[in-house]
């Protein structure tokens, strides 16, 4: 299991990171509350949809074209069950407020929104005419991942391992477990890019664009750290 990463002195609170897992957990609650009737019709109005997505290439029309944007970032709040929203929650907590220490508040949020709406768009275009709505943060996730490791490159990850009847604490470059989880995206994005009913190619848009955005950053992380 995951341990907390030490990466620099805790100086404040990430309310970025923790305003974030609210969204997320909040708009599970809301969905869940629903019936199925008006769960399904939430879904169908503010889920990703790759046969609409792609069906803009075709005929453009600019309704749809709002309704795709808009889904886009909606789609990032919409879980489709606990396990779905406890993984991305994991992944969120570990790399989410070292990443917020470093980059700031609002830099966060908007890696979280735009790279996320962006990973949505990107998968969804390689699922084709696909009809199921795609909902999570995934993409948005994998982009704090993707910028995490660009920005903390020789960081290492605690990990608690059983072995035999005790627990046994190591630490672990994180580059390689980083790593081992990207070729994973990449192989079952290969295989199929829905396979197991995961949209894996929204993960590697996602974890390329948080690098791209972290790199992009440099200059206003050196501005923050001078401050």
């Not at 994973?184 to 890019?193: E, K, R, S, T």
Request: aromatic share 10%; glycine share 10%.
């Amino acid at each position: 299991m995951f341990v907390r990463i030490e990466t620099r002195p805790r100086n404040h609170l990430p309310w970025a990171t923790v305003g974030i897992a609210v969204l997320v957990v909040g708009g599970f609650l809301l969905l869940e509350s629903l019936d199925e009737a008006q769960r399904r019709a939430v879904l169908t109005r503010f889920g990703m949809t790759p046969g609409i997505l792609s069906a803009l290439w075709s005929s453009p029309q600019t309704g749809v074209f709002a309704k795709s944007i808009t889904a886009a970032f909606a789609s990032l709040v919409m879980h489709a069950n606990w396990l779905h929203l406890l993984g991305n929650l994991v992944f969120l907590l570990i790399f989410g407020p070292p990443s917020e220490r470093l980059l700031g508040p609002v830099r966060l949020l908007v890696l979280f929104l735009v790279c996320g709406a962006l990973a949505n768009i990107a998968g969804a275009l390689t699922l084709g005419d696909s009809a199921a709505p795609i909902v999570g943060a995934s993409g948005a996730v994998s982009s704090i991942v993707g910028a995490y490791i660009a920005l903390f490159p020789r960081s290492h990850l605690g990990l608690v391992l059983p072995l035999g009847l005790f627990l046994e604490f190591v630490r672990v470059p994180t580059a390689w477990l980083i790593g081992v989880w990207a070729v994973i995206q990449v192989l079952f994005a290969w295989i199929d890019p829905s396979f197991g009913r995961v949209a894996w190619s929204i993960h590697i848009a996602g974890f390329i664009a948080g690098m791209a955005f972290a790199f992009a950053s440099r200059r206003g992380i050196a501005r923050r750290q001078r401050n």
